[in-house]
T-cell receptor, first 109, second 113 residues
Framework: GEDVEQSLFLSVREGDSSVINCTYT??????LYWYKQEPGAGLQLLTY?????DMKQDQRLTVLLNKKDKHLSLRIADTQTGDSAIYFC?????????FGQGTTLQVKP | DAGVTQSPTHLIKTRGQQVTLRCSPK?????VSWYQQALGQGPQFIFQ???????QRGNFPDRFSGHQFPNYSSELNVNALLLGDSALYLC????????????FGQGTRLTVV
């Protein structure tokens, strides 16, 4: 089946690292994605990882993929107030995006 | 490059009415998908178009229909609106076969009263 689960809320202090977790069910996804949504806005593609990779780093963002456990995480280093948003992970087993319900990241100054 | 553009940005309709939402894909993109995002939820896939045909469809009733034009732009039509159709409707475009480049528009906020 197709299902993506995320925790709903994460609160961190400015300057700390944030880790947002996601589990998915369909192991046939070629890519897994992280999107960011700010209030009243569309979705911004943050990063993605190919399914045969374990890790991908892109500036402050690190994506870890555990295929065995079907677990995906997004680490944001040195979290800033501008990182406050809703973060969605998504799988794409058949060309369509299947999203989790989103994790609200609150960054306190 | 204007990216993915959607119109209108906001819309208020009455139950039972019909609505048409529009999307222009990013330059170079020929595949357009539509998603419905209810308040507090993740986006749900409605359908996908390329070569002017519906290629995939999510779990949405026939009241939801679409169209793609030769210039790759697309419309989403919803008939017999229900209160539960109130949501943010998002359009995403990508080059066909390139899963990594799915870009989203800002969305159309539809309110059904």
């Amino acid at each position: 089946g197709e299902d993506v689960e995320q925790s709903l809320f994460l609160s961190v202090r400015e300057g700390d690292s944030s880790v947002i977790n996601c589990t998915y069910t369909d192991s046939s996804s070629t890519y897994l994605y992280w999107y960011k949504q700010e209030p009243g806005a569309g979705l911004q593609l943050l990063t993605y990882i190919f399914s045969n990779m374990d890790m991908k780093q892109d500036q402050r963002l690190t994506v870890l993929l555990n295929k065995k456990d079907k677990h995906l995480s997004l680490r944001i280093a040195d979290t800033q107030t501008g990182d406050s948003a809703i973060y969605f992970c998504a799988e794409t087993p058949t060309g369509k995006l299947i999203f989790g319900q989103g994790t609200t990241l609150q960054v306190k100054p | 490059d204007a990216g993915v553009t959607q119109s209108p940005t906001h819309l208020i309709k009455t139950r039972g009415q019909q609505v048409t939402l529009r999307c222009s894909p990013k330059s170079g993109h020929d595949t357009v998908s539509w998603y419905q995002q209810a308040l507090g939820q993740g986006p749900q896939f409605i359908f996908q178009y390329y070569e002017e045909e519906e290629r995939q469809r999510g779990n949405f009733p026939d009241r939801f229909s679409g169209h793609q034009f030769p210039n790759y732009s697309s419309e989403l039509n919803v008939n017999a609106l229900l209160l539960g159709d109130s949501a943010l409707y998002l359009c995403a475009s990508r080059p066909r076969g390139l899963d990594t480049e799915a870009f989203f528009g800002q969305g159309t906020r539809l309110t059904v009263v």
